[in-house]
């Protein structure tokens, strides 16, 4: 689950993560209070006032509406916050992100302005790699991490975090240096480090990155953003977190999916997948891929679903325009094919059939299931194996 970066460096804010001062801003009026209280609090009549919304880039953005207006802009008073609020709000920032379509702008981060010395990248995240959760760290703050391990990979720092020792002083020290910071700047970053990697651990986060992560002309370090991302399976350890969510800001069909129970995710190719269980899901991505098309989302429907479950399933993916052709990939172990038959039968009936379907089944009553289909009068296909179905969906919608 994702958070705003107002949501998350409150978050931060808690856990004794220095954060500049800031408030929320739901209108250009309330971006001007909220700019002239930080002026009354700093004494400085710099304010930063940054779109919500949950994708990166937003600096770099531009308002479909306004051209010339990034997702960041710094102005000075409130009343120029306050005119700044009012070309946000409402109006469409695309950044590299979002996407073309770009994404409604709802609210804002009204934030102090700061007097920055050096922006640096910060992450924790799981390597999956080792399984262990990893600090990764680069003097290139600002940028898109992606970019500085493509062009210059050595600029990235990694410690690896032991779970029975937590991150030791010795590995922020070696980070700290590696970031060129002194031996002041190793013992702030270090105390910075320890109260991020807390947190981290208490939210039960997946990813928590600063970037930029500043040091000020007075030797502060502070985190300039912050992007928080949870852990969904732990989610109900945190009815706190929970409520945070946005659901404006999340895919409608992936919403629609949570309400029965299903796991959607979009992504970018034209094959449509209906599968139960996160391995066969990667395993029918991978072979699509291997037949020269990519999969334009997984639904994965779980080893007890229902016909009902089923026909909610196959409504989802049929929602989905990118998608060309269909592949239903379903393994019967506690949940009978003819179960799985019975539901895409009736979410045909229900729904139509503007695109080709290709069923492979296996596993109880697999014979019922496959003589339910071909009996059924619809137009759709089965397959005698995983290569048989892949090979048919991919040639249906060249």
């Given at each position: 689950?994702?958070?705003?970066?107002y949501?998350?460096?409150?978050?931060?804010?808690q856990?004794?993560?220095p954060?500049?001062?800031?408030?929320?801003a739901?209108?250009?009026?309330?971006?001007a209070?909220?700019?002239?209280?930080?002026?009354?609090?700093?004494?400085?009549?710099?304010?930063?006032?940054?779109?919500?919304?949950?994708?990166?880039?937003?600096?770099?953005?531009?308002?479909?509406?306004?051209?010339?207006?990034?997702?960041?802009?710094?102005?000075?008073?409130?009343?120029?916050?306050?005119?700044?609020?009012a070309?946000m709000?409402g109006?469409?920032l695309?950044?590299?992100?979002?996407?073309?379509?770009?994404k409604?702008?709802?609210?804002l981060?009204?934030?102090?302005g700061m007097?920055?010395?050096?922006?640096?990248?910060l992450?924790i995240?799981?390597?999956?790699a080792?399984?262990?959760?990893t600090?990764?760290?680069s003097?290139?703050?600002g940028m898109e991490?992606?970019?500085?391990?493509?062009?210059?990979?050595e600029?990235?720092?990694?410690?690896?975090?032991?779970?029975?020792?937590?991150?030791?002083?010795?590995?922020a020290?070696?980070?700290?240096?590696?970031?060129?910071?002194g031996?002041d700047?190793?013992?702030?970053?270090?105390?910075?480090?320890?109260?991020?990697?807390?947190?981290?651990?208490?939210?039960?986060c997946?990813?928590?990155?600063?970037?930029?992560?500043?040091?000020?002309?007075?030797?502060?370090?502070?985190?300039l953003?912050?992007?928080?991302?949870?852990d969904?399976?732990?989610?109900?350890?945190?009815?706190?977190v929970?409520?945070?969510?946005?659901?404006?800001?999340?895919?409608?069909?992936e919403l629609?999916?949570?309400?029965?129970?299903?796991?959607?995710?979009?992504?970018?190719?034209?094959?449509?997948?209906?599968?139960?269980?996160?391995g066969?899901?990667?395993?029918?991505?991978?072979?699509?891929?291997?037949?020269?098309a990519?999969?334009?989302?997984?639904?994965d429907?779980g080893?007890?679903?229902?016909?009902?479950?089923?026909?909610?399933?196959?409504?989802?993916?049929?929602?989905?325009?990118?998608?060309?052709?269909i592949?239903?990939?379903?393994f019967?172990?506690?949940?009978?094919?003819d179960t799985?038959?019975?539901?895409?039968?009736?979410?045909?009936?229900?729904?139509g059939?503007?695109v080709p379907?290709?069923?492979?089944l296996?596993?109880?009553?697999?014979?019922?299931?496959?003589?339910?289909?071909?009996n059924?009068?619809?137009?759709?296909?089965?397959?005698?194996?995983l290569?048989?179905?892949?090979?048919?969906?991919?040639?249906?919608?060249?």
């Amino acid at each position: 689950m994702k958070i705003h970066e107002y949501q998350g460096k409150e978050l931060l804010r808690q856990g004794g993560v220095p954060v500049p001062l800031s408030r929320v801003a739901f209108s250009p009026a309330e971006a001007a209070t909220a700019a002239a209280a930080l002026i009354g609090e700093t004494g400085n009549e710099v304010v930063v006032v940054k779109a919500q919304i949950h994708a990166g880039g937003r600096g770099k953005g531009r308002f479909r509406e306004h051209a010339d207006l990034g997702g960041v802009k710094v102005v000075r008073g409130a009343d120029a916050a306050a005119e700044v609020a009012a070309k946000m709000l409402g109006s469409t920032l695309v950044t590299i992100q979002t996407g073309p379509e770009g994404k409604l702008v709802q609210r804002l981060l009204v934030e102090q302005g700061m007097d920055i010395a050096r922006e640096l990248y910060l992450a924790i995240t799981l390597d999956r790699a080792t399984g262990r959760n990893t600090v990764m760290a680069s003097s290139e703050g600002g940028m898109e991490i992606e970019e500085v391990a493509a062009t210059h990979p050595e600029k990235i720092l990694r410690e690896t975090i032991d779970p029975a020792l937590g991150l030791r002083d010795y590995q922020a020290r070696k980070l700290a240096f590696g970031l060129g910071l002194g031996s002041d700047g190793a013992k702030k970053l270090a105390l910075f480090l320890r109260k991020l990697v807390a947190a981290y651990d208490r939210l039960d986060c997946s990813l928590l990155e600063v970037n930029p992560l500043v040091v000020t002309k007075s030797g502060d370090i502070v985190a300039l953003d912050a992007k928080v991302n949870f852990d969904d399976n732990a989610l109900y350890r945190h009815a706190d977190v929970e409520a945070l969510r946005d659901p404006t800001e999340e895919d409608p069909s992936e919403l629609e999916a949570k309400n029965f129970d299903l796991s959607y995710i979009k992504l970018d190719g034209t094959i449509g997948c209906m599968v139960n269980g996160a391995g066969l899901a990667m395993a029918t991505m991978d072979i699509i891929k291997f037949f020269g098309a990519e999969p334009a989302n997984f639904l994965d429907v779980g080893g007890g679903a229902t016909a009902e479950k089923v026909t909610a399933a196959f409504k989802i993916i049929t929602k989905d325009k990118a998608c060309k052709g269909i592949l239903v990939n379903i393994f019967g172990g506690i949940m009978k094919c003819d179960t799985i038959a019975n539901g895409v039968i009736a979410a045909v009936k229900e729904v139509g059939l503007k695109v080709p379907l290709v069923v492979r089944l296996e596993g109880t009553n697999v014979e019922l299931g496959r003589e339910l289909l071909d009996n059924s009068g619809l137009q759709v296909t089965t397959a005698s194996s995983l290569r048989d179905a892949a090979a048919k969906i991919v040639e249906m919608t060249k």
